[in-house]
């Protein structure tokens, strides 16, 4: 498949009811993705148009490729290990047992193998989510809590060295920065960058530091500079953008995950597209997919 520069086309036409979570797998040149909404985890292989699905035990919001093959998934409740070749979802950790009412959402794999996620309130009203560092020992998970006050944790991305995590509450419209200490201490908690048209939700970053986010119900990918200024963004022929990964043989493929959740009928006949998945060429590659560390 050949993409244009910065014009987005579908690619897979799926109408996924909640698309998200894009991940390249670059020994498979294959890209992994889920539909949150109809509990599946999908492959699609652009250089064929092969499209493999899996069932997943319940709505599961991202997937992290490990150093064994698998992928960290975060399900509702917990997270979970998928063995794409088997098909198979093991529980590794509960997460907040105490908060009913919450459950995971979007996920990212920093530079020295560790994983970092955030929780939501499902009802999107209250601010109980929180964010969390993983690092995998010989005993199994150790999770973390970093931050709290969450309504709908969304992102998170690490900058290129590692030193910066950025995370979104996406129903304040705002996209936070933080520093990252050794231990995976955060501290400078301050607001990297507010939109006004539509919802911060996935984001990620390129090989310069640059900011890519899904638009909900902003119809583009946002973009910005380290410091915090816009670059110009990315129009989209659907409203609801979720997150963006770079992939292909040079990392200068951008694929993204869109959703149909949320618009009215009237909306769908102009965007019969929504919820599918689309391709753009773009000239910074992106930071090649890290992997989560797991110990032998």
């Not at 996920?107 to 560790?114: A, E, L, S």
């Not at 933080?178 to 301050?190: K, M, N, P």
């Not at 990964?245 to 995950?257: L, R």
């Amino acid at each position: 498949m050949s993409f244009k520069h910065n014009q987005p086309e579908c690619i897979l036409d799926l109408r996924a009811m909640l698309g998200e979570g894009p991940v390249w797998a670059e020994a498979e040149q294959s890209l992994y993705f889920v539909d949150i909404a109809a509990a599946k985890v999908h492959r699609f292989t652009p250089s064929s148009g092969a499209l493999k699905t899996w069932d997943a035990p319940d709505r599961v919001a991202f997937l992290l490729p490990t150093t064994k093959g698998t992928f960290l998934a975060g399900l509702p409740k917990g997270l979970h290990r998928f063995d794409p070749q088997t098909g198979t979802f093991s529980e590794d950790a509960v997460i907040e047992p105490d908060y009913p009412h919450n459950r995971l959402n979007d996920g990212c794999v920093d530079p020295q193998g560790n994983a970092w996620f955030g929780t939501m309130d499902d009802n999107e009203k209250e601010p109980s989510g929180s964010i969390y560092r993983v690092i995998h020992t010989k005993d199994g998970l150790r999770v973390a809590r970093h931050d709290e006050g969450y309504t709908v944790s969304n992102g998170p991305a690490v900058s290129p060295d590692g030193t910066v995590l950025y995370v979104c509450d996406s129903p304040e419209q705002t996209i936070y920065a933080f520093d990252v200490g050794e231990d995976g201490t955060l501290s400078g908690e301050r607001v990297f960058a507010r939109l006004e048209n539509g919802y911060p939700d996935g984001v990620v970053t390129d090989r310069d530091g640059n900011i890519w986010a899904g638009t909900w119900g902003g119809g583009r990918i946002s973009r910005f500079r380290p410091d915090g200024s816009e670059l110009p963004s990315i129009p989209m022929p659907v409203s609801n953008v979720t997150k963006v990964a770079f992939g292909g043989e040079d990392w200068k493929t951008v694929f993204v995950t869109t959703a149909r959740k949320g618009l009215s009928e009237d909306v769908l006949k102009k965007e019969p597209h929504a919820g599918s998945l689309f391709a753009f060429r773009t000239d910074v590659p992106g930071i090649p997919q890290r992997l989560f560390r797991m110990t032998d």
